[in-house]
C-alpha cells in the first residue's frame, strides 16, 4: 500500500503491476526527486500546481 501512496502523489499509476505502462494524472506534491539505481536522479516538476484548485 505505501508503494501505491507514492506513485499516488506522484501522480503515476502502474496500470498493471509489473509492467511497464503507466498512467499519468495530476500530482500531489509540486516537485520530487527520486534517486535511480544507476547514480541519477529523477526530477519531476508541476508548474502551476499550487494555482489549480484540487
Do not use: E
Amino acid at each position: 500500500m505505501s508503494a501505491w501512496s507514492m506513485f499516488a502523489a506522484l501522480g503515476c499509476y502502474p496500470v498493471v503491476p509489473a509492467s511497464n505502462q503507466s498512467i499519468l494524472g495530476r500530482p500531489l506534491l509540486p516537485h520530487a526527486t527520486l534517486p535511480l539505481p544507476n547514480g541519477k536522479r529523477l526530477r519531476s516538476v508541476a508548474d502551476g500546481l499550487d494555482d489549480a484548485p484540487p
